[in-house]
């Protein structure tokens, strides 16, 4: 009894969870400080959320003759971005994949950019389906256990797994090497590395799995192509490294910090093959719909040349079609690496080019004509498009918070204060290193 | 990463800010009048937003009427018991008079033991009236401002079976010399796409053949709509608005009940009648007696009669989805 009684309080060891969700609320309210540049920022981004957060509860109360869909188009502008989306949050792994697999120093440093984009890129595709839901209030009906869920005959049940399955596992990875390095504690390999993996062949999946959705369905030919996942992965490839390209570099603007040089390097050298290998799959499908011929051309018709007069997408995928090409252009300079506005420039046309090819023309054509050959053409409305950069807005704010909370951790600005700790040599060496974004 | 540069004074923290990243000598005011305004405008820019969000998101909080709390835990059709159904019955009965100020009945007609319906259609006296879509809108309890119908009826140019020949907004006497006329409706395949698309199993093939959707299940993603190669599909894109004098009062739970707002609904060979001995409105209002419905398992049946002595053919059949709507020429 009188043992027990001596026991000081101090020496207890506060539980693992306990400490992982003082880092967790640390993260989070360190992350939500800092100058007026970034209050600017954020307050700016909630008021575009905000208008699209409205927008959207006035589409649930009125309903979705707010949008510009009919039953001819039944997707639109969301499903577009939704798909657009999945691809951004795949494209991340081509950080993953040169610093595990090749074991690329420089990338392994910084790789947790791609992993955090994902996240932000999944909360924002999921959200775009919720918004294109016609009931959202019954969106329990989804879940596993709960509702009905079709597995595994309907292509969207597998891919809620997958989406859901590659947030998590990037939660837990960025979430587990942020922790500790708040704790200052050299990550153990093996609770994480078999998650990187997972996450490599996962992220092929998340992509494979949406353009599943659409190739299966018999009856719309526009999507009926076994091209249709090959090349979405291949146009992932390049609108992830894209994006990651130009956030390293916003990251060294704003922490005064010079890193990632090679990393972009090797970047580029991947979507140098990626943008050519996508532009070849789409060369390929014009030339197999417009060789053919035969009705089930409408959709490619009308996408590239617009058919019987009607020709609302014409500009889009010309926008498309001359911001890759010039994109490709660009990339393949020698000077892409020494010129920054040339590289910006080229990552902002191919981004945009992408979102348009595997946005509206990807999704909007092959309902055009519609499967009886009606053409009923479709431009979103205000509502969509406020919904869209509402959802924009509030991905940017999250990838921004994620992006503060690790270069916090990274700088050591956040760090474990709680001294109930022991340092080691290893860790001593983590620490020193500096390691990566700062 | 390894820097060689050494650590710039501006990381990291610039020092305006009294965030725990400061070096102490940084910001002149002193550090309680400094914390003190900056918490003051962090609780005001905080109301702000709270307030910014109850506002944006207020029109949610309008839709309690029609969204009751028994509606959103309500079960799957397949799952709720006699009494269950009895329940959500008088539930929707009431929300008819409610909100629509009509009187109606509501029943649920399961199927006929052994019967599988089927429709058939001849192209060689449909004269292109479009009195068959005329008569799903108004049995069906469609939406009047958009004048749905589960009908599309086509002018096809003779010589061709091509839909992109067709025209569905023909406004002239009809039917014209060079032409005939195909009506389109749900084609009840035996491989039904729409329904193995559905993420929730809202939308299933009944013993008779009848594809249904389960109104109060469905949660509005339209996959089913794109996955549909006969455009047999439509969503509620808004409430229908119905006035009470014209609403059908005779309805049923998979049928043509209200459809609520931002769900799919489709043809159902009107079960509400068909289970009962009827005919479907549309057979009813045909005047050149063009269709054919009965029961595939009867040899009796006069759509059995045609299927084994006309030239039938069905549409798109090489999608193999084996749909359950014939079209026919006479000798």
Known sequence: ?438 | MNDPSPPSPKTPCGGNCSCSGGSANASPPPGDDGSTRRAVLKGLGATLGVAAYAKALAPLTELTKETSMDEFLQKHYKELSKDEIATVITRLTQEAKEQYGADVTISDPKPQEGVKFGYALNLSICNGCRKCAEACHLENNHDRPSHQSYIRVFEMTKGSMDFEKGNVHYDHPVPQPDKYYMPVQCQQCEHPPCVDVCPVEATWKEKDGIVVVDYNWCIGCRYCEAACPYHARRFNWQKPQIPAAEINPDQSYLSNRIRPQGVMEKCTFCLHRTRNGRLPACLEACPTGARVFGDLNDPASEVRYVLENKRVFVLKEELGLKPQFFYFFDE
């Open chain 1, 1 to 438: 009894m009188s043992d027990s009684a001596v026991i000081p309080v101090p020496a207890k060891p506060v539980p693992e969870w306990r400490q992982y969700l003082r880092f967790a609320w640390n993260a989070f309210s360190q992350s939500v400080e800092g100058g007026w540049k970034f209050y600017v920022w954020m307050t700016l981004l909630t008021a575009v959320f905000l208008v699209g957060a409205n927008a959207w509860a006035v589409q649930v109360r009125d309903g979705m003759a707010l949008t510009a869909m009919s039953d001819h188009v039944s997707w639109g502008l969301y499903i577009a971005n939704f798909t657009f989306l999945v691809g951004l949050a795949a494209g991340g792994v081509m950080m993953v994949i040169p610093a595990y697999l090749y074991h690329d120093e420089q990338m392994h440093d910084i790789v947790i950019i791609g992993e955090l984009l994902a996240i932000a890129a999944i909360i924002m595709s999921i959200m775009f389906v919720v918004c294109d839901l016609g009931r959202p209030d019954r969106f329990w009906h989804m879940m596993p256990g709960l509702g009905k869920f079709n597995f595994p005959v309907s292509m969207l049940t597998w891919d809620v797994i997958v989406l859901n399955g590659y947030f998590a596992i990037n939660v837990y990875i960025c979430g587990y090497l942020l922790y500790k390095r708040f704790r200052a504690q050299q990550p153990v390999a093996k609770m994480y590395m078999p998650a990187v993996f997972l996450s490599i062949v996962w992220a092929i999946s998340i992509h494979t799995v949406t353009a599943f959705l659409y190739c299966g369905l018999g009856g719309r030919p526009f999507w009926n192509t076994a091209l249709l996942a090959p090349r979405f992965l291949a146009s992932a490839f390049v609108s992830g490294p894209a994006f990651i390209i130009v956030a390293i570099q916003i990251i060294r603007w704003q922490t005064g910090r010079m890193f990632g040089e090679g990393a972009i390097r090797t970047l580029v050298g991947i979507v140098r093959i990626t943008i050519l290998i996508s532009l070849l799959m789409v060369v390929s499908e014009i030339f197999v719909e417009f060789y053919t011929g035969g009705s089930h051309t409408g959709a490619a018709k009308y996408l590239y040349f617009g058919l019987h007069g009607h020709h609302e997408l014409v500009p889009w995928i010309w926008t498309s079609i001359v911001f890759t090409i010039v994109a490709v252009v660009l990339f393949m300079q020698p000077k892409v690496n020494r010129r920054p506005v040339l590289l910006n420039t080229a990552c902002l046309l191919a981004f945009v080019g992408l979102w348009i090819e595997k946005g509206m023309g990807m999704i909007i054509p092959a309902f055009i004509p519609s499967t009886l050959h009606e053409i009923v053409e479709y431009r979103p409305s205000l509502t969509e498009w406020k919904i869209t950069a509402g959802i924009w807005a509030l991905g940017f704010m999250i990838y921004t918070l994620l992006l503060k909370i690790t270069i916090n951790i990274h700088s050591r600005k956040l760090k474990d204060t709680s001294g109930a700790r022991t340092v080691t040599p290893d860790d001593a060496l983590a620490m020193a290193d500096g390691g990566g974004l700062v």
